[in-house]
């Protein structure tokens, strides 16, 4: 099959606007990407200050004295 200098050109040009497409598609993904490292970030600093909460209100129960078991059964 012969192609006319017509026909490789819109070949050409039809390449052109596919590489224009995929390289729009690998900047929108590397825009996801950012976003999706960013909100792991935060999610993982707000996980370490929610463990770090935990362990703060666990310490205080540990160190809580016991009521007696006539005192936990009185009416308030």
């Given at each position: 099959?012969?192609?006319?200098?017509?026909?490789?050109?819109?070949?050409v040009l039809l390449q052109l606007?596919?590489?224009?497409?995929?390289?729009?598609?690998v900047n929108t993904m590397r825009?996801?990407?950012?976003?999706?490292?960013?909100?792991?970030?935060?999610?993982?600093?707000?996980?370490?200050?929610?463990?770090?909460?935990?362990?703060?209100?666990?310490?205080?129960?540990?160190?809580?004295?016991?009521?007696?078991?006539?005192?936990?059964?009185?009416?308030?």
């Amino acid at each position: 099959m012969k192609y006319t200098k017509a026909d490789l050109e819109e070949l050409v040009l039809l390449q052109l606007a596919n590489l224009e497409a995929m390289n729009e598609l690998v900047n929108t993904m590397r825009r996801q990407n950012s976003l999706i490292e960013k909100a792991n970030i935060a999610l993982k600093d707000d996980i370490e200050k929610f463990r770090k909460k935990q362990y703060i209100f666990a310490a205080r129960k540990r160190t809580r004295k016991a009521r007696p078991a006539t005192e936990a059964l009185k009416p308030l």
